[in-house]
């Protein structure tokens, strides 16, 4: 299988999606996100990245139901797909495997 590479934005989104897994719409990633890393971001930056992971296969979408609290408007929700999680698995394994081959680790110092 041709592998498809992804941005670091665009792991950050998919693994979101993941993690969020059944209500995983772009205002509930947008806040996780910036939940998790602290950066600013935009909402228009999310549903950039969640078009590109869908066009790669990697996420799906389905309109939700109505909500009240949204004016009757539907949520756009995203899931993983099969390929999106053959994905994720790859990049852990790749980052797994360099950091433990790391001899000497980091010695982070404050100041």
Known sequence: MKRTYLGEFEEIVLL?????????????LMHEIIAQTGRELRLNQVHAALMRLEEKGMVKSTMGQPTAERGGRRKKLFSVTALGQHALQEIRQVR????????????????
Do not use: C, H
């Open 96 to 111: 797994e495997s360099l950091w433990g081959r790391l001899l000497n680790p980091f010695k982070l110092s404050v100041g």
């Open 16 to 28: 979101t999606v993941a993690v969020i897994d059944g209500d995983a719409y772009g205002v509930a």
